[in-house]
């Protein structure tokens, strides 16, 4: 029930900085503690209008629901794929139960990442919305750490294990095989289930399994984020065969010509982790 005078004052005095002026000037424009007053008492603004900053991250957390995420996860795969899907479970749970900044965030945007980006197959779509969605709520130290936890679960576990109920399935009702991709690429990740299955990578069982893998993805990715903010969160992710071979190619050793933590002998089947003297042996040689 202010002024429209009033108002305008109060508008003058959301930034910090013009009202420490004013405080400076004192009473020559307005009497001083009527200024601390409407500092106090000055709305939060509206989320956002013309005037409006985005916040930069972290964005706050609030525990978010697993089983939401699937069901959200799978949904969102039927209106924009894997990629929008994942991220669209996590930030549209957050935009419900935070709010702003989260209601802000154009979920479209994740839509590039179906079919592992543009058609090529790389990173898992569903990795690249629920990463994305990751950075959104802490530090990218952290981020880090939790993206690269759900990598490697995704690379080790046996999925799609999401089903829908019954009669609710998007594309395909039949039965659906479960695989292990043993990499993040969507290229190997598909393939593998290819030839789990028997059935065909451009048919309607495929986009059904890419579906429920992303409400899989979606959960586990709840699951990690909860885990890191109720400060439960422990990396156990590890690659044994991946170390061995980095112990000459990785950062800091003798050769330090490669990086990451795809497993090796997935693509170079020609090196064999048990027989590294070979290995290098026979590298040595056709150097000679
Ligand atoms: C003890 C050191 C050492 C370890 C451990 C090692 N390598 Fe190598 N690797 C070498 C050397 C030395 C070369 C030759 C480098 C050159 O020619 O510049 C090489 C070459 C290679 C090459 C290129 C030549 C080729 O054979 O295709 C690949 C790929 C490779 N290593 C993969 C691996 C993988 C995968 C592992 C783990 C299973 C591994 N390496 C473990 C020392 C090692
Ligand atoms: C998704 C498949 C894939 C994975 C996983 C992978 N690589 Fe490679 N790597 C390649 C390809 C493809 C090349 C390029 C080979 C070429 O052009 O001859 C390459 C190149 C290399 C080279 C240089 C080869 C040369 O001729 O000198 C090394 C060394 C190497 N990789 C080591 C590794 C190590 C160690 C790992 C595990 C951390 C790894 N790679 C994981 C596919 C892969």
Avoid at 76 to 89: D, L, P, Q, R, V
Avoid at 100 to 113: D, F
Wanted: hydrophobic share 35%.
């Amino acid at each position: 029930m202010y002024e429209e005078k009033d108002l305008s004052r109060r508008k003058f005095l959301k930034s910090g900085i013009l009202a420490a002026g004013a405080l400076a000037v004192g009473s020559s424009i307005f009497n001083t503690t009527k200024v601390v007053e409407a500092v106090e008492t000055t709305p939060t603004p509206a989320p956002c209008d013309s005037n409006c900053e985005i916040p930069s991250f972290p964005y706050p957390y609030a525990h978010l629901d697993a089983e939401k995420a699937k069901l959200d996860g799978y949904a969102g795969y039927g209106k924009s794929k894997c990629s929008y899907g994942a991220f669209e479970a996590i930030i549209g749970q957050l935009g419900d139960k935070v709010g702003y900044p989260y209601t802000m965030v154009p979920t479209q945007v994740l839509g590039w990442g179906g079919t592992g980006g543009g058609g090529w197959a790389t990173l898992c779509g569903a990795l690249i919305g629920a990463a994305t969605a990751i950075n959104y709520t802490m530090e990218k130290k952290d981020a880090d750490k939790v993206v690269s936890e759900l990598f490697g679960w995704y690379c080790d576990h046996s999925f799609p294990e999401f089903a829908p109920a019954a009669g609710k399935a998007l594309e395909y009702d039949g039965v659906m095989e479960k695989s292990v991709a043993g990499s993040p690429l969507c290229h190997v990740s598909v393939s593998n289930w290819c030839d789990a299955s028997g059935l065909k990578a451009e048919s309607k069982a495929r986009s059904e399994r890419c579906a429920r893998v992303t409400a899989d993805v979606a959960a586990k990715t709840v699951e990690l984020l909860n885990q890191f903010h109720s400060k439960t969160f422990k990396a156990v992710y590890k690659n044994e065969s991946v170390e061995d071979c980095m112990m000459c190619h990785g950062k800091g050793h003798s050769l330090e010509n490669t990086r990451g933590l795809m497993d090796c002998d997935q693509c170079h089947t020609n090196v064999e982790p048990d027989n590294l003297v070979e290995h290098i042996k026979r590298s040595w040689d056709i150097k000679d």
